[in-house]
């Protein structure tokens, strides 16, 4: 179990930099956007360039793509609070440690292992905008696979860390720290 732990480490490590990073891309959007406003509105609308719009939806995917593994490192996934809170700890503990190997696992694998080709075939074509004056495709589609990648790794740890909750290895975070809810506020 310490080798498996030591992984887990790694890519908790790896999931919390990439996500942190990702993060400041929302101050990229902002930044942009408002200077595709000011353009808009100092040097008139034929002075924007489909670039400005499209950098804005890079950033933004990057942020929505790269961001995912780190929420679900953080435990702050979607849940239906209203049936997870009446079920006992070790029954919610096993619903996550199989929705992870059953569903989440074979789901990243699979657009991960779909993903690559699409990406690939993108990069090697040199793939541009439709729109004139717009940005190359392909590194959009590259985020992709790295984002599925990681958000299976991702889930990888957080199946060990799982697992050696339930066997008693690691202690809980959840009864550590628990979470505020709406009505502790």
Known sequence: MPIMMGLSRAIDAVTEAVGRASA???????????????IGKTL???????????IQWLMFSGVFLLSAPWTLKANEHIR?????????????????????????????????????????????QGEGSSN??????WPLKMLIPLAFALLFAQGVSELIKRVAILQGALPDPAEAHPATTPHDI
């Open 24 to 38: 400041w891309l929302v101050l990229g959007v902002c930044v942009v956007a408002a200077g595709h406003a000011m």
């Open 44 to 54: 008139g609308a034929g002075a924007n360039s489909n670039a400005w719009t499209e």
């Open 80 to 124: 239906i609070d209203i049936l997870n809170q009446r079920l006992s700890k070790r029954t919610r503990d096993w619903i996550d440690v199989i929705g992870h190997a059953l569903f989440l696992l074979p789901m990243a694998g699979l657009v991960l292992w779909t993903s690559i080709p699409f990406a690939r075939t993108s990069f090697v």
């Open 132 to 137: 004139f004056g717009g940005l190359p495709q």
